[in-house]
């Protein structure tokens, strides 16, 4: 079983829509998550933390639920620019114990 | 504002040469890291240096891989022999080593060994 699990999609949505991923991890000493956003061919980037308590930055809202281990993004009012793959990841302590999930791609259509 | 820079971008050889890979982080930042990324098992962790020196190496696959940091501001990642399995992109990425810190990745290098 990977650490780290992603529905790997494509999720294909058309403009405006609501989408939501979901993502669940493995090691319960997991105590930081990210998601990264990666487009065809190029690096990952950060897109955001995710906290506790959960955390929204503009369109972009992330959840962590530790009792049943999973993380959630939500991108609301979806661009044709957030077509991308987003990556979830968990750490068990420093950026050196970061574990990646395989990715789930995002298509946004008109 | 230099983000890090790999080179070179793509590299095709055949099977059995030498492929040398090449990463500068970004200045000041005191850790950084070797991934490989496939389509069927995504961004794995192949060696990680904090100080210029390794910590972790437990994802380099096999002996046929090394890899070196002799400055703050160079590091190297070697195959030899190449076999067309290490087929994937290569990304470097830095960051500072504390806490949560993000980590920041180079633009990638696209190997295809035949």
């Known amino acids: 079983r990977k650490e780290v699990e992603q529905d790997p999609g494509p999720f294909n949505v058309p403009e405006g829509a609501t989408v939501a991923f979901n993502c669940t991890y493995s090691?319960?000493?997991?105590?930081?998550f990210f998601w990264y956003r990666q487009d065809c061919r190029k690096e990952p980037k950060l897109l955001m933390s995710?906290?506790?308590s959960g955390n929204e930055d503009g369109r972009f809202t992330a959840q962590l639920n530790r009792a049943s281990q999973y993380i959630s993004l939500l991108i609301r009012d979806s661009k044709l620019s957030d077509s991308a793959t987003y990556l979830c990841?968990?750490?068990?302590?420093?950026?050196?114990?970061?574990?990646f999930g395989t990715g789930t791609r995002l298509q946004v259509t008109l | 504002d230099a983000g890090v820079i790999q080179s070179p971008r793509h590299e095709v050889t055949e099977m059995g040469q030498e492929v040398t890979l090449r990463c500068k982080p970004i200045?000041?930042?005191?850790?950084l890291f070797w991934y490989r990324q496939t389509m069927m098992r995504g961004l794995e962790l192949l060696i990680y240096f904090n100080n210029n020196v390794p910590i972790d190496d437990s994802g380099m696959p096999e002996d046929r891989f090394s890899a070196k940091m002799p400055n703050a501001s160079f590091s190297t990642l070697k195959i030899q022999p190449s076999e067309p399995r290490d087929s994937a992109v290569y990304f470097c990425a830095s960051s500072l080593v504390e806490g949560n810190s993000p980590l920041h990745f180079g633009n990638g290098t696209r190997l295809t060994v035949t």
């Open positions: 200045s000041g930042h005191n850790s």
């Open positions: 995710v906290y506790s």
């Open positions: 990841v968990s750490s068990t302590g420093t950026a050196s114990k970061l574990t």
């Open positions: 090691n319960s000493a997991s105590q930081s």
